[in-house]
């Protein structure tokens, strides 16, 4: 029963080797918007497993060192591989994936089941949101890949901005709450793992970086495409507003602790 609880969790809250299975569920889900509430649940529905079923509390209080090595190369691997896609849903997962490895290290930490599904769930806002703007971005180019066609910020500068926003969310920039939940990581990790999480932001750099070059640089050459609507731009400002405020009252929160 143990290992099987284990097997789900580390499917539904991903490390690796199970995190393949997560990243094929994903791709499964019928549809962007399936896709985008299925990040945003399996990561929550993996908690709650480990949390009520005792696995998480069973968990040595130092976090055993082959556990802690798992979810750091998880992070890494995905990291890289982010790094390496131009296709906008498959950097989203691969993003998320790695973020969310990172939830493991928080164990040992004294924080109430809240507090870790609010943990999670900071890594999957972007992942999600970047799902939609890629379904979208497929509506009207027929694909989301971002290595054919360069400039699209000229053509599609609403959609642009949103998918911009978002990848600095996903990559925790300074400001969104995912920054200071890798404040937490770091705080949490003994000195000499220190590294390995800078490691992973330096991927994260580097991958969003990338992204972003094919998205808003070089000569877009192709047909017009009809850009999003205002009110569909307004809505997801939004939602990346509220993340950023919910970053700034936690980095508050975070400073005053």
Known sequence: MDILVWIMA?????????????????????????????????????????IYSGAWQALPVGLDSNLRVVALFT?????????????????????????????????GQNLDPLTLQSFALAWSIPGALMLVWAGLLEQ??????????????TVLPRLSALITLTAL???ATPIFPNFFILLH??????????PGGLLVLLLWGWAVGRFLQDLLFGIYRGELLEDLT??????????????AVGGIFWGGAWIMN
Do not use: C, D
């Not at 499917?11 to 509430?37: D, E, H, M, R, Y």
């Open 10 to 50: 580390g499917t539904l809250l991903p490390w690796f080797p199970l995190s393949w299975i997560f990243n094929k569920l994903l791709a499964s889900a019928p549809g962007f918007w399936a896709q985008a509430l299925a990040i945003l649940v399996f990561p929550q529905l993996g908690l709650l497993l480990l």
């Open 230 to 243: 205002v009110g569909g731009t307004w809505l997801g400002g939004l939602v990346l507003g509220l993340f």
């Open 140 to 153: 009207r180019m027929g694909g989301a890949y971002l290595g054919l066609r360069g400039g699209l910020a």
């Open 169 to 171: 969310a996903a990559s």
């Open 75 to 107: 992070a890494v691997f995905y990291a890289f591989r982010a790094a390496s896609t131009r296709e906008v849903q498959v950097w989203a997962r691969l993003m998320t994936t790695s973020g969310l490895a990172l939830t493991w290290l928080l164990h």
């Open 185 to 194: 990581v770091v705080k949490a990790l003994p000195l000499v793992w220190i």
